[in-house]
């Protein structure tokens, strides 16, 4: 994939496993939408930022998407918990509905969100 088919996120070195994570925008189907990366069992992750529940923000402050043991992303309005590595829902009111992944790739340091053309 061509650079300019990237957009630079973040450094690799501000993601540590099950801490904090990088809010960015992304545009998805013609909408400007909040998302998200993080780091988990050493793989970087990205998800939009919408609760399967209910379509809200899950982080409870800015770049806050674990819950207090770095095991699961949960959603500070209701609860709903997912699996970092997948975005699968784990517990809670999702119901079965996850989070959106979203492609990226790590190199030279940096994480990159794949954009499509």
Known sequence: MAEEDQKPICESSTLVDGAEGVRFNVTLRGENVPAFV???DGVARAFVNRC???PVELDWMPG???DNEGLY???ATHGALYAPDSG???GGPCNGQGLEPLPIEERNRHIYL???R
């Open 38 to 40: 993080i780091r988990h």
């Open 52 to 54: 399967g529940h209910i």
């Open 64 to 66: 806050q998407f674990f």
């Open 73 to 75: 992303l949960v959603c």
């Open 88 to 90: 699968r829902c784990a």
């Open 114 to 116: 794949k954009v499509e």
